[in-house]
């Protein structure tokens, strides 16, 4: 059974830090790419980071340079560091996965809610 469990978030002020974490079980982690996603109020969820197994990285614009995606296979943690936050960071964020040439999964945890007081 495939879990994915988000942790981490809360209130903090722009140009604050936070750290979240994202437990998975029921998968193949170390093969597998990670994600972290976001969705505001009102908007379509969205990409913000990826990694893969080997640790290559991608970022969106709007969070490059101020957010870095790490993974620990051993933990089967992939975790989003944050930093320099904008009140347009506030999302709700969740994590995902890619199996091999598999389109993204259709499983999703709870996220966690990240909100940025201006």
């Known amino acids: 059974q495939v879990r994915l469990v988000e942790s981490g978030g809360g209130l903090v002020q722009a140009g604050g830090s936070l750290k979240l974490s994202c437990a998975a079980s029921g998968i193949a982690f170390s093969i597998n790419t990670m994600g972290w996603f976001r969705q505001a109020p009102g908007k379509q969820r969205e990409l913000v980071a990826r990694?893969?197994?080997?640790?290559?990285?991608y970022y969106a614009d709007s969070v490059n340079g101020r957010f870095t995606i790490s993974r620990a296979n051993a933990e089967n943690r992939v975790y989003l560091q944050m930093n320099s936050l904008k009140a347009e960071d506030t999302a709700i964020y969740y994590c995902?996965?890619?199996?091999?040439?598999?389109?993204?999964?259709?499983?999703w945890g709870q996220g966690t809610q990240v909100t940025v007081s201006s």
């Open positions: 995902n996965y890619w199996g091999g040439n598999s389109p993204l999964s259709p499983y």
């Open positions: 990694i893969t197994s080997g640790g290559t990285t």
